[in-house]
């Protein structure tokens, strides 16, 4: 049973335009979530997170919105560059400590110039 | 932040063979994570590597098949035992840059293909 779900498999965006990654999960109890970037050859990296008290949290190009009556998030990036091409991970975990953190299958996203 | 160093980066494997692969990590933790990605799929965790106790195993992962060693706060192996062509793999060392918020620092992953 997969609690963390990205239906998207994969995405392209023109340069420049906004890439928006959705995200869903069916467990209640995740009250933190996160968003991992993943290039070739490489570990994840953590790009962005949001706690369960807040509906948006912006750094930078990336903005994360969590819808919690729709258990929905997702990731904006603005504008988006060839460099943000990568497989994008969304994650969950319940904030008690060392609560082990739940990952989606991942959106391969492709920004073309 | 952390630096996590993974080796093999990659091998290649023959069927009913083990392999041993080393996390090294630049700064003491209290524990470090073992995750596997299978191709196409998502990132699963193995177990949890803790100094001075027995690594706790999620379900469906054993120690026969996977012993962890944490012999230090800064070096943990992962041992993927009697390997069938299922086990290839990208597996993944990770440390908690906040226990409560769960961001995770990872190792750059040790891709298996077993044969």
């Known amino acids: 049973d997969q609690q963390v779900k990205q239906n998207s498999p994969s995405l392209s965006v023109q340069e420049g335009r906004i890439s928006i990654l959705n995200c869903d999960y069916t467990n209640s109890m995740f009250d933190y979530f996160l968003w991992y970037k993943k290039y070739p050859a490489e570990g994840p990296t953590f790009l962005i997170s949001?706690?369960?008290?807040?509906d948006k949290n912006e750094d930078g190009r990336f903005t994360v919105f969590l819808n919690k009556s729709a258990k929905h998030l997702s990731l904006h990036i603005v504008p988006s560059q060839p460099g943000d091409s990568a497989v994008y991970f969304c994650a969950a975990k319940r904030r008690t400590s060392y609560d082990k953190v739940i990952f989606g299958p991942g959106t391969s996203l492709s920004v073309i110039p | 932040s952390a630096v996590i160093s993974q080796k093999p980066s990659r091998d290649i494997c023959q069927r009913g063979t083990s392999l041993t692969i080393q996390c090294q990590v630049d700064s003491q933790v209290t524990m470090m994570f073992w995750y596997r990605q299978q191709p196409g799929q998502s990132l699963t965790l193995i177990a949890t590597a803790n100094q001075g106790s027995e690594a706790t195993y999620e379900s469906g992962f054993v120690i026969d098949k996977f012993p962890i060693s944490r012999p230090n706060l800064t070096f943990s192996t992962l041992t993927v035992s009697n390997m069938s062509p299922e086990d290839s793999s990208i597996y993944l060392c990770?440390?908690?840059?906040?226990?409560?918020?769960?961001?995770?620092?990872f190792g750059e992953g040790s891709r298996l293909t077993v044969l």
């Open positions: 990770s440390v908690g840059g906040g226990a409560r918020t769960g961001e995770l620092f």
């Open positions: 949001i706690s369960s008290i807040k």
